[in-house]
């Protein structure tokens, strides 16, 4: 994972440090009128009273030096609103990577509510200690402050000073170690939001004045006051009474929606993109080894085509690559390992995972580049650091680039993974790049089919046989009760879809293709069962719902669990991927059975997002229940939401239990 840049700040050569002193006074005696002048504690109780803490004021200020290196001062003071929340200030924790960045507890004190001020430092309350780490052990750190027990109006004030950012450069001679990857710029993403509301924030950015000052607001109507000297560039931004975001049903992530300000001093993506291709050809992360090439020969023993080779080599990278991150020491976070190290300890992380996957189509006659993406959110279009997630593109005959995923497609079909669609990236190419999205992926690129005939008899009892057999980004989530999970466990996995929602079921058979052998053909599942009691029998009546209709293998449907609330909702929403499921049911019932109120189960609605077809009809003996749902993309406008409403409305009638009459 890429981490992004946060606070930064650099002492400058002698002209600029007494223009350095001069602003760092005036900004301790702002701050310092911030505590003194804030809000009495009561009214800030009676204010907020609907959540458990407030952040009385948040005061960040950087000071960056021509290198880029940056010091960031904050001060922050919390309020507790909540005597029953009070286990939520009773730690406050500031992350830092000690290879490219420091952070220094300047001041942490207690203001109780009758006005007894209590320090942290000479309680011995202020910690530092090995972050705890799972998956990526890159030596993290974690500075601990212990405010303990609490009363309501209590008050915590923190002040530290952070120098650095969060990854980890080439150099490693004192300061030089802090100074951001691309040396010389500054970024910084400066989130004006929280989980809790926050009754005051303001940011301070002090640039030389030889930077291009380049930012953007969002989401909200920020004071902002730009001042620039022969000297010195310097940018205000302050809001008030912000409150948490609104939560709603699969919305789109926080920092889409709340406010921010995003500053750089980098012109054009084009710029990023180069930096980012010569960071790591400096470093030589993509040179091959005669243990690589052999490793790439014999993958491509027998590869038919250019798409053949390369899937090979992709599903190699992201079947056999673990992930898990081990730090390489100086040099950790933006640069790629080298493909040596890689293939050695045949783990890492996506940087890691997409840079082997680099070395190795090179090695085998392929042009290849890593490129950064953003998992999760939105990119704005300011070319800052907004990435936390790296994969590779290659260079087709055709000249056509063409994304490739190792990281979030093991034993998926797809080269490139369709839940990253409508995502931004940056491709690290010699000659620069823009930011580009990635493209929506059709449903039917992505179907799931499940067929089930059956036979019901007057006892109630359900025989047949289920088939499940889907593509893409579908065919990945079937699998996974298999992939998942230890092999010894596949065979009750699988009868467990039935089991759990059947217990009485007799499993007759269980078959299914080779979960690892994804790569040959979608897969396909075929169980042949027994249901005594499937259906309620009230003399000449039958009363019962279909199996999908009931639950099995819903797991698979992307979609499954949506609801028709709430009515309307004000934010953009985010699905799993396209899918479109297709599912079909045939049941022989005994005697001349007639569906009553055949027609509430027959609707239709077809939208732009999300489509709707439902059918139900019995010939003869036989009854058919068809249903097939489209949706059409990962990331909706909120003006979609009424099509998906519809959709849930239309299934929920669909999937009412049917009443026979024989």
């Given amino acids: 994972m890429i981490h992004r840049p946060t606070r930064k700040i650099v002492w400058q050569p002698v002209f600029f440090w007494v223009a350095f002193l001069s602003f760092a006074v005036s900004n ?47 001060k922050t003071m919390y309020q507790l609103i909540n005597a029953d929340a009070a286990k939520e200030l009773a730690t406050i924790v500031l992350d830092y990577d000690p290879l490219s960045a420091d952070i220094t507890i300047k001041d942490a004190y207690i203001i109780r509510q009758e006005g007894q001020r209590d320090e942290l430092f000479s309680a011995g309350k202020v910690h530092d200690y090995p972050a705890p780490a799972r998956m990526i052990y890159w030596g993290a750190r974690q500075k601990m402050i212990e405010p303990g027990f609490l009363n309501v109006g209590d008050r915590v004030y923190i002040e530290y000073v952070r120098k650095g950012f969060t990854y980890a450069l080439l150099r490693s001679d004192d300061d030089e170690r802090f100074i951001p990857p691309m040396r010389g710029h500054y970024y910084d993403i400066i989130e004006f939001f929280d989980t809790r509301p926050i009754h005051h924030k303001y940011f301070k950015v002090n640039l030389p004045s030889s930077k291009e000052l380049i930012y953007k607001t969002y989401n909200a109507d920020f004071k902002v006051n730009v001042l620039e000297s022969d000297r010195i560039k310097t940018a205000e931004f302050e809001l008030s009474e912000v409150l948490p975001v609104k939560k709603e049903f699969r919305r789109v992530a926080d920092v889409d929606v709340a406010p921010k300000v995003i500053v750089t001093t980098t012109k054009r993506w084009e710029d990023k993109a180069t930096w980012f291709y010569g960071v790591n050809e400096d470093y030589g992360s993509f040179k091959s080894t005669p243990e690589i090439d052999s490793k790439v020969n014999e993958i491509l023993n027998g590869a038919t085509n250019e798409l053949d080779s390369i899937a090979r080599l992709n599903r190699w990278c992201a079947d056999e690559i673990r992930y898990s991150g081990i730090s390489m020491g100086p040099g950790e976070g933006y640069t790629l ?83 990253e669609q409508q995502q931004n990236y940056l491709l690290g190419l010699p000659q620069g790049d823009i930011l580009r999205e990635t493209p929506v992926s059709s449903p039917d690129n992505h179907y799931l089919k499940i067929n089930n005939k059956a036979i019901l008899d007057t006892e109630g009892t359900l025989q047949g046989t289920i088939t499940v057999t889907a593509e893409g980004q579908s065919d990945a989530m079937v699998r996974a009760i298999f992939t998942r999970s230890f092999r010894s466990h596949w065979d009750s996995n699988l009868r467990n879809q039935i089991l759990q929602i059947y217990p009485t079921a007799i499993i ?44 099995v293998f819903g797991y698979a449907q992307f979609y499954q669990g949506w609801v028709n609330e709430p009515k309307e909702r004000n934010f953009d929403f985010t699905g799993n991927c396209s899918q479109q ?73 669909f999937r009412q239990p049917f009443i026979i009459k024989l």
Wanted: aromatic letters at 10%; a positive charge.
């Fill in 508 to 551: 007759k058979e269980a078959r299914y293709t080779d979960p690892y052998k994804y790569y040959e053909a979608p897969v396909l599942i075929t169980v042949s069962y027994s249901i005594p009691y499937f259906a309620s029998t009230q003399g000449k009546t039958l009363i019962f719902k279909t199996m999908t209709s009931n639950g």
């Fill in 28 to 74: 301790a005696m702002a701050n310092d009128g911030a505590v003194k002048n804030a809000p009495s504690s009561q009214s800030l109780l009676e204010k907020y009273k609907s959540y458990n803490q407030v952040i009385v004021f948040d005061s960040i200020v950087a000071n960056v030096q021509e290198s880029g290196l940056s010091y960031v001062t904050r």
């Fill in 337 to 419: 390992h080298s493909g040596e190290m890689n293939f050695t300890d045949r783990c890492g992380v996506c940087k890691d995972k997409a840079g082997m996957l680099v070395t190795m189509l090179r090695a085998a006659g392929f042009k290849s580049y890593a490129a950064m993406t953003m998992a999760g959110s939105r990119i704005e279009n300011i070319p800052a650091d907004q990435f936390n997630h790296s994969v590779t593109v290659v260079k087709l005959r055709s000249g056509e680039y063409k994304l490739l995923d190792p990281t979030w497609v093991p034993f998926v079909r797809e080269l490139w993974s369709s839940r």
């Fill in 581 to 653: 499921v297709e599912i079909s049911e045939e049941i022989t019932l005994p005697g001349k059975p007639k569906l009553q109120d055949i027609e509430k189960y027959i609707g239709s609605s077809k939208g732009k997002y999300a489509t709707i077809n439902t059918e139900v009809k019995v010939v003869g003996n036989i009854i058919t229940a068809n249903t097939t749902e489209r949706f059409e993309q990962r990331v909706y406008p909120a003006a979609a939401w009424s099509e998906f409403l519809t959709l849930v409305d239309l299934r929920n009638r």
